[in-house]
């Protein structure tokens, strides 16, 4: 496994590092980032405070692993058949994922904590890089099926099916209900057929092959 | 002028609070959030510090102002006759405000400090909410001129070409390049003119009406 930068020689590590990030979740998921201290962590997972400060350096060390840990959990890509009905199964993930607490693999909390130190910012970008990766699988079968273009990229699929989401979660506050998550889906399934996602494609500038 | 909830009663009034906004931005864009201090932005605005608790009640509050005034400011709404070039430029827009630092009028700090405080995010939201409202006027034009379905919704037509810049700046961290910003513009073209913003729309589930 390489999801981690975590030493991981065997069974006992494994679980120590098992207990220390289900700590860490825990403590975000009630406290938040500015509620989380190694201190807290260390009372509930057992684990020694000098133990945290070696292996994580620190909490922000300990949030960023929470996210590769997250980025190396194999994830089920929807495979329903249908284009539209995949990226409207993976809208949906992300909605329930965000407004339903008890939905959330990577809650509100640990992204709002990443987001706040360079460390957690890194880690945060490569577990977004590698479920756009997997996702892009809907856009690969989509394409094999005649539904999308050839050469479609399907990582900019799913950036653009989840980014309305995230935009209104993270940045505008404005609400998010299931229409806007569907509307989201639709969007990015009308721009893929339309070709929008095939780079350089010739004639696209001029508006052919776009829809209408 | 409704557009902050601070008193304006004249011209001495209105002198300080933008010595004291220009001055908060100023700090802002230098040293970020955990670097904004009343007692720093009393100093380069001359302002007393004392006036400044009493209207703007700490650093949380002089932050909201700030969003609070942009969201006031007269804003130049493309209007270049087609609505992918209308939607470009705004994506442009956006684009060029946060990757070139003589350009922005609401800089990457300002927004990073209001994310960072109920006030501040209750700004946010609103200035957002004023931007997507002043930007669908790109829309009511498109639709005027035939190029998009009647009742198609503006803002969330501006909404979905801007998300991914966002998502991409504040959220995933991946890198924001010019064909990235072109894209999302794209992209809301083509869902807007396959009708994706028509609020329910009699026969969009199932397809029909979409590209190809």
């Not at 500015?34 to 509930?44: H, N, P, Q």
């Not at 910012?121 to 996702?135: I, K, N, P, S, Y």
């Not at 950036?159 to 639709?186: I, Q």
Request: glycine fraction near 12%; aromatic fraction near 6%; proline fraction near 6%.
């Amino acid at each position: 496994m390489s999801e981690t930068p975590i030493k991981r020689p065997g069974g006992r590590s494994a679980r120590v590092r098992a207990a220390v990030l289900d700590a860490t979740l825990a403590e975000l998921t009630g406290r938040g980032y500015d509620g989380l201290t190694v201190e807290a962590v260390a009372v509930r997972s057992g684990v020694h405070k000098a133990t945290l400060y070696r292996r994580w350096g620190g909490v922000d060390g300990l949030v960023a692993d929470v996210l590769s840990r997250s980025a190396g959990q194999p994830w089920q890509v929807p495979d329903t058949g249908s284009l539209r009905d995949d990226l409207r199964a993976i809208t949906h993930e992300v909605y329930a994922g965000f407004t339903d607490p008890g939905h959330g693999v990577t809650p509100r909390n640990v992204i709002l904590a990443a987001l706040r130190s360079p460390q957690g910012r890194q880690a945060l970008t490569a577990f977004f890089e590698a479920r756009h990766g997997q996702a892009a699988a809907v856009v690969t079968r989509s394409v094999a099926r005649g539904e999308t273009p050839d050469g479609t990229d399907g990582a900019d699929v799913v950036r653009t099916a989840c980014a309305p989401l995230y935009y209104r979660l993270f940045v505008t506050g404005e609400p998010l209900d299931e229409p806007a998550a569907h509307r989201a889906a639709e969007a990015a399934l009308a721009a893929a057929r339309a070709g929008v996602f095939v780079p350089r494609r010739p004639g696209r500038e001029d508006g052919s092959g776009d829809a209408r």
